[in-house]
């Protein structure tokens, strides 16, 4: 079955320092790779997504590319600030059809933290 | 446009007794999936449901269950609540499409005692 494998956490960085969250998938087909971020207390945000092998998908300075060859979907940022704390969610949408209806596939999410 | 709301947004409730959780998608969208968030298991897809037909379903036992109307709105039910059960609750809502992307709410934490 589908599976996301995140790289483990926690993440500890100094604020303007490059980030890189490391995501790799198994599925079958070309699913659809999302990012997500939760911040305390609230529910998950679309941060970023990609459709096809080679989409880069961007927003607020965080990048990802769709690498179909090596099965990731790796999260960067080049200088992360406080407020980027959080817990990070990679996740695949398979395009299969039937029991891939609204069904998103996360990874196990990586906790972020910024200091000043 | 309004997102995703999620009522109540806290629960507690004791074995045994049952629960039902509402979810308002954002206007326009037909598709609403539900999630379980917890420590141990991270985030598991309960089901899916598109103009008020269940069209696709997770591994949770038949104590959870859930119903679309015909505004989009939908309802999880959990009965015979566990300790196990104890976790957020998120619901997504999206065009229904199948590359379509989820907007999720705020969730619905249960505590269970």
């Known amino acids: 079955g589908d599976s996301v494998t995140q790289m483990e956490g926690p993440v500890t960085l100094s604020e303007e320092a490059c980030l890189t969250i490391?995501?790799?998938?198994?599925?079958?087909?070309?699913?659809?790779l999302f990012w997500y971020v939760q911040y305390p207390g609230e529910g998950l945000q679309l941060l970023l997504k990609?459709?096809?092998?080679?989409d880069k998908g961007s927003n607020k300075g965080f990048e990802a590319t769709y690498r179909k060859e090596t099965t990731s979907f790796h999260l960067e940022k080049g200088s992360v600030q406080v407020s980027d704390s959080a817990v990070y969610f990679c996740?695949?949408?398979?395009?299969?059809?039937?029991?891939?209806?609204?069904?998103?596939?996360f990874g196990q999410g990586t906790i972020l933290t910024v200091h000043p | 446009k309004a997102g995703v709301t999620q009522t109540p947004r806290y629960l507690i409730k004791t074995r045994g007794q049952q629960v039902t959780l509402s979810c308002s998608p954002i206007?326009?969208?037909?598709?609403v999936s539900w999630y379980q968030q917890t420590p141990g298991q991270g985030l598991q897809f309960l089901f899916e449901y598109f103009s008020e037909t269940q069209r696709n379903k997770g591994n949770f036992p038949g104590r959870f269950s859930g119903r679309q109307f015909s505004n989009s709105r939908s309802e999880m039910n959990v009965s015979t609540l566990e300790l196990g059960d104890s976790a957020l609750y998120l619901c997504a809502s999206s065009t229904g499409l199948l590359t379509y992307e989820q907007y999720f709410g705020p969730g619905t934490r249960l505590t269970v005692t």
């Open positions: 206007s326009g969208h037909r598709s």
């Open positions: 490391n995501c790799t998938y198994t599925a079958t087909g070309y699913p659809s």
């Open positions: 990609a459709t096809k092998a080679d």
């Open positions: 996740a695949l949408k398979s395009n299969a059809g039937g029991t891939s209806y609204g069904k998103l596939t």
